[in-house]
């Protein structure tokens, strides 16, 4: 029996099996298989419109696609809204920067969990009225550590408008954190930042991944090449919905289809834009 099969790869956080999307005709994926170990950082790579993007909304379930399987830790997850699969653990950051601007870093961080897993304000007192103190006080410690990770402590009380990019990308990564989350859907995370600005991030990411205290499982979707090669434990290659290659960064690099990509030839960044 399928499911139970895939509750037997107990060192698979997610799969996805032979997802289809379709934009009218515009097969955005077209029969996508992906195995997403635990504790991995798992890039996505490929030209623009490649279908990146669509994958992670598949995902993280903004995006409800038309054929296949999503898989999270053994659940098939294809029917669940974003907030239930927040719930299960499922957090995400997003390509241009989604946080509130008139409040505060450390009150953007707060509101992570609660956005992300779709209750407003009312809800979330009710949660507090409702939660013991020593929950509360773990909340407080996370939020603690987070700030602390991100070295955003001078920051905190800051608001978030009145911060460069860069920070404010921070920010961002804080909020999706705020959800302790088991798998944390990176998309285009050094997208406008300077060198010293990815670096920092990079270093993030890895501490996000490696550190005991989080140990998280991340997909990246990027197109900074040297830092995907860098930090990730195996890249996916993605070019007009189809998969070309799935491995270990020194294997992708290797790929003939790849390697002619990446050489400027035109197949994989000729974009269908
Ligand atoms: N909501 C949508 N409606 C119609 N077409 C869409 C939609 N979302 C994505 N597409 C199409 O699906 C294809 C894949 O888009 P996607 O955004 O996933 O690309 P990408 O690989 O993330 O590219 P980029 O690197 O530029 O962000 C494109 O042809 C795009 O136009």
Redesign the pocket.
């Known amino acids: 029996m399928v499911h139970a099969a895939k509750s037997k790869a107990k060192d698979v956080l997610l799969e996805l099996e032979d997802v289809h999307m379709y ?1 009218g005709r ?1 097969a ?1 994926l077209a029969g996508v298989n992906l195995r997403v170990r635990k504790g991995e950082i798992h890039s996505i790579i ?1 030209p ?7 994958m992670m909304n598949c995902i993280n379930g903004l995006y409800k696609p038309q054929r296949g399987s999503i898989f999270f830790d053994g659940q098939r997850v294809n029917g669940f809204a974003p907030s239930k699969r927040a719930r299960l653990g499922i957090a995400r950051t997003f ?1 241009k920067i989604e946080l509130f601007g008139g409040m505060t870093v450390l009150d953007n961080i707060r509101l992570g969990r609660h956005i992300h897993m779709n209750s407003g304000i009312f809800s979330g007192g009710m949660w507090i009225g409702k939660t013991k103190r020593e929950e509360i006080e773990s909340r407080q410690f996370i939020e603690e550590e987070i700030i602390d990770l991100l070295e955003i402590e001078s920051i905190r009380h800051k608001t978030v408008n009145m911060l460069p990019y860069g920070l404010q990308k921070r920010v961002e990564l804080g909020r999706a954190l705020a959800l302790q989350p088991r798998l944390l859907l990176l998309d285009e995370p050094l997208a406008g930042l300077n060198l010293e600005e990815v670096e920092d991030m990079a270093r993030f990411i890895l501490d996000i991944n490696e550190e005991e205290r989080w140990k998280v499982t991340c997909i990246l ?1 990027e ?1 900074d090449m040297g830092v995907v090669m860098d930090i990730s434990h195996s890249v996916f290659v993605l070019n007009f919905g189809h998969k070309i290659v799935d491995g270990p960064p020194e294997e992708v690099q290797a790929n003939p289809e790849v390697v002619k990509a990446y050489l400027g030839e035109e197949d994989m960044y000729t974009t ?2």
Request: net charge positive; proline share 0%.
């Open positions: 934009f515009v955005a490929g623009n419109g490649a279908g990146k993007t669509v390509q979707v197109h269908r834009r």
